[in-house]
C-alpha cells in the first residue's frame, strides 16, 4: 500500500479544500479538534446496499445526509438518522450541504455511480462507490483522472480486498506458491436477476418482475411511463438520455439492462477476480473474447464464457476465463480439477476462482478469498500458511471498506481499493462486457490508445449521448 503524499491529516484536508476551489473548508478546519468524526452523506443510501454501505461509514463518522429517488425508503432512513437531512437529488444536496460534507458513498445503480461520485469529486469530497466503480471504460478513465486532478481519497466497495484471506494470496503468490501463472478461472451462479430473453419484457416494458419479498413494501407501479409517486425517476435516470418508466427497474432488475446495469460480469466480477488480479499483477488483456446464449440488444446474456489474454512480464501468456450464468440447465463453469480429492463436490462450489500454475493449483470455492487451499497439496498448504511472512500493510477495516475510507482520511492513509488500483479491476470487468456484447470476434485491445480494432465494440466504450445537464468530464471539473 502507499505512503501519504500530504504530511498530517490537517494538511491534506486543507489542500482538498483549496484543490476544489475554495468550495468548501471542512468542519474540521474550523477551529475544531482535529479528532472531531468526518461527516458522511450517502448518495442512494436509503436502502438495500446503500443502506448498508452508509451504515458501515456511520460505525466512523456522522451521517449528515441520505439522498435516495425512493421516497419511502427515505422515510425509513429519517427514522435511523433522526438527524441527516433527506434528499431525492444529489445535485440539490450538494448545493445546500456542500461545506457539511467531507465524504460521500455511492450506491446507486451502475449507470449512476459516474455521474454521482464526479459531483462529490467536483466539490472536493472524498468517495466510496460500490462496485463496479462505473458501466463505461470511459468514464473509469475520467474518473481516476478527476480524482488526482482534485487530490481527494478514494476506495471501492469490494469488501474482499480489505480482508486478510487477499493479503495471504498475494504473499503466497509472490512467494510462487503455484509456480508459474498459465491459467485464471473465475466464475460465478449470477445471473440471478433477468437477463436474456428472459428479460425481453421487462426491458421493453410489457412486463414487470415480481419484487423480491424485502422489496414488496415499496410495490411495483404496473403502468409504463407512470412512475410511482414515491419514485423520483428522473433523478433515477441521472445522465441516461430520457427513457420511459419502466416496472421492476428498480430497484434490481436494472442490473441485467446494457443502459443501466453492468450484468454478471459487472456485479461480481470485481470480488471474485480481486484475488487473482491483484495476485497476478494483471494489467489490461491485449486480446478478449466470448461465447454466450440468449444477448439481446437490452439486456446482458443469460449465459457467458469470456476470454482475456494477457502477456505477463513474470509469467508470459496467461488466459483469464470467465464464466457466468446457465447454458439451459447446465451451470458455466471449468472443468473440475483433476487433483481435488474424491468426494468433494464440485457442482456445488458455485462461485469462485482457480489460479493454474506449472506446479500447484490454487482453488477458491467463493466470492472472494475465504476459502484458500493448494489442491490435493495440504502439506504445501500447512507450510505455506504456516512460513509465508506477513510483508503486505493489513487494511485499516476488515470486510469493510467504506470505514476503511474514513479512517485512511483521518489517518491520511491510502485505501487499499482505491481507484489507482479499481479502476484498472474495473476496467478488466467492462473489458469482458465489450467481448460478451459482441460474441464470436477476437477484439484486440490498445491500451496506450483506450480503444480496440472492433468498431461495434468500440461503440460501447463511451455512452453515445448523456442529457443536458449532466455531462462530466475530468477537464470540467
Known amino acids: 500500500m502507499k505512503t501519504s503524499l500530504f504530511p498530517n491529516r490537517r494538511a491534506f484536508l486543507r489542500n482538498t479544500a483549496l484543490s476544489a476551489g475554495g468550495l468548501f473548508v471542512p468542519n474540521l478546519l474550523l477551529g475544531q479538534d482535529a479528532a472531531k468524526k468526518l461527516n458522511v452523506a450517502g448518495i442512494g443510501g436509503a436502502g438495500g446496499k446503500g443502506a448498508s454501505d452508509i451504515a458501515i461509514a456511520g460505525e466512523g463518522a456522522n451521517v449528515v445526509a441520505i439522498c435516495d429517488i425512493d421516497g419511502n425508503r427515505l422515510k425509513d432512513a429519517q427514522k435511523k438518522y433522526p438527524g441527516a437531512k433527506m434528499f431525492t437529488s444529489f445535485q440539490e444536496m450538494f448545493n445546500d450541504m456542500a461545506d457539511k460534507i467531507d465524504m460521500v458513498t455511492v450506491s446507486t445503480p451502475d449507470h449512476a455511480h459516474y455521474p454521482a461520485a464526479m459531483e462529490a469529486i467536483k466539490r472536493g469530497k472524498h468517495v466510496c462507490v460500490q462496485k463496479p466503480l462505473v458501466n463505461r471504460i470511459?468514464?473509469?478513465?475520467?474518473?481516476?483522472?478527476?480524482?488526482?486532478?482534485?487530490?481527494?481519497?478514494?476506495?471501492?466497495?469490494?469488501?474482499?480486498?480489505?480482508?486478510?484471506?487477499?493479503?495471504?494470496?498475494?504473499?503466497?503468490?509472490?512467494?510462487?506458491v503455484v509456480g508459474n501463472v498459465k491459467e485464471i478461472h473465475v466464475w460465478t451462479n449470477r445471473p440471478i436477476w433477468p437477463q436474456g430473453t428472459a428479460a425481453k419484457d421487462i426491458y421493453t416494458g410489457k412486463a414487470a418482475p415480481k419484487p423480491r419479498k424485502k422489496d414488496e413494501a415499496n410495490g411495483v407501479a404496473e403502468a409504463v411511463g407512470q412512475a410511482p409517486a414515491h419514485v423520483n425517476w428522473q433523478q433515477w435516470l441521472a445522465q441516461v438520455p430520457e427513457h420511459p418508466y419502466m416496472p421492476g427497474l428498480h430497484p434490481f432488475a436494472w442490473r441485467g439492462s446494457v443502459d443501466f446495469g453492468a450484468g454478471a460480469m459487472g456485479d461480481m466480477g470485481c470480488h471474485i477476480m480481486d484475488g487473482p488480479f491483484w495476485a497476478c499483477e494483471l494489467g489490461e488483456p491485449y486480446k478478449i473474447e466470448a461465447e454466450v446464449g440468449d444477448l439481446t440488444d437490452m439486456s446482458w446474456p443469460a449465459w457467458s464464457h469470456v476470454i482475456c489474454h494477457f502477456k505477463h512480464v513474470k509469467y508470459g501468456e496467461i488466459k483469464l476465463h470467465w464464466y457466468e450464468g446457465k447454458n439451459g440447465d447446465v451451470p458455466m463453469k471449468p472443468a473440475r480439477p483433476a487433483k481435488l480429492e474424491d468426494g468433494r463436490d464440485f457442482n456445488k462450489m458455485i462461485g469462485g476462482f482457480m489460479i493454474v500454475g506449472d506446479e500447484d493449483t490454487i482453488l477458491n470455492p467463493g466470492d472472494y478469498c475465504e476459502a484458500l487451499e493448494i489442491v490435493g497439496n495440504r502439506p504445501k498448504l500447512a507450510k505455506f500458511f504456516k512460513e509465508t511472512p506477513k510483508t503486505l500493510e493489513r487494511s485499516l477495516a476488515p470486510g469493510k471498506p467504506q470505514l476503511e475510507l474514513v479512517r485512511a482520511i483521518e489517518q491520511d492513509k491510502i485505501a487499499g481499493s482505491n481507484f489507482d488500483y479499481s479502476v484498472p479491476l474495473t476496467k478488466l470487468c467492462l473489458l469482458g462486457n465489450l467481448a460478451i456484447g459482441n460474441p464470436g470476434k477476437v477484439i484486440g485491445w490498445d491500451s496506450a490508445k483506450q480503444e480496440s480494432d472492433n468498431a461495434d465494440a468500440n461503440k460501447m466504450i463511451k455512452r453515445a449521448a448523456v442529457r443536458s445537464g449532466w455531462e462530466y468530464s475530468a477537464a470540467g471539473i
Open 138 to 176: 470511459w468514464e473509469a478513465n475520467e474518473l481516476h483522472a478527476a480524482a488526482k486532478k482534485k487530490g481527494v481519497k478514494t476506495n471501492m466497495g469490494n469488501q474482499g480486498h480489505t480482508g486478510e484471506q487477499i493479503r495471504q494470496l498475494k504473499e503466497w503468490m509472490n512467494a510462487g
